[in-house]
């Protein structure tokens, strides 16, 4: 069983009645739901809930992480970004969402300045082109994904450059995005998916929902020990058998 927690701001729907009534149950609870399945459990935590409703406990008990903010970056605890990081480097999987792009959990893993990039929102279609069809988020998406309405984002996107490139978004206004993107921190696995603004049904999409539970299952690693580093005692000398 794969063990998934969801966090969202959940703030936008709390404000905005039109996103309230796309997503009535948060968008934390609507990626949720599609995630639970046979071999996935999901859980929820939001930035209002007592240490973000990320304690100890809920983080252990954690193999892929998805966080999805925009309004409040700079609410969440130093703390918790702390605990979240040393997470995903001891091998809990990290699922960046939308504009999660500017949160202080995925700087401080990609280690850039910003994390920026170009946007406007006029509600334009997107087209996701699969750059990796081999890649196993990629499986079931055909050759491309077409959302009818996103936020268009643009490069230069400051991170750095992926391991895994999957998607780069395509909008009617001239801009690219590289829209699906892998790291390795640590033992972690972090995967950075660009569609999903508050103001569009985007998490409702089955491509979308198919893309996700591929990066759930791509995300996640079985629990292992940890690395060694430090001192250590050193391997005993091994000499050669004497040959006949």
Known sequence: ??????????????EDERVAAIYPNGIHGAVAAFLEGPDVTARTATLEEPEHGLTQTVL?????????GHMRHGH????IVERVHKRVLEGMGLIVLHS????????KLMGTRTGDLRWHEEGYMTR??????????AQGCGDY????????????FDIPKPEDLVFVSWFPSGEVFRSGCCWHRGLGRIFYF?????????YHNPEVQ???????????RPRTESYVTGWTKPIPDITPQSQP
């Open 1 to 14: 069983m794969i063990h998934v927690t969801v966090w969202n701001e959940y703030v936008h729907e709390k």
């Open 60 to 68: 252990d008990e954690t193999d892929v992480l998805f966080w999805w």
């Open 76 to 79: 969440v605890s130093d703390e």
């Open 100 to 107: 999660g792009h500017d949160s202080k959990i995925f700087k």
């Open 128 to 137: 996701l082109w699969v750059m990796d069809p081999a890649h196993p988020i």
């Open 145 to 156: 994904i077409e959302l009818p309405q996103e936020e268009t984002y643009g490069e230069h």
């Open 194 to 202: 660009q569609p999903g603004h508050e103001s569009f049904p985007t």
């Open 210 to 220: 198919n893309v996700l539970r591929n990066a759930v299952r791509w995300a996640y």
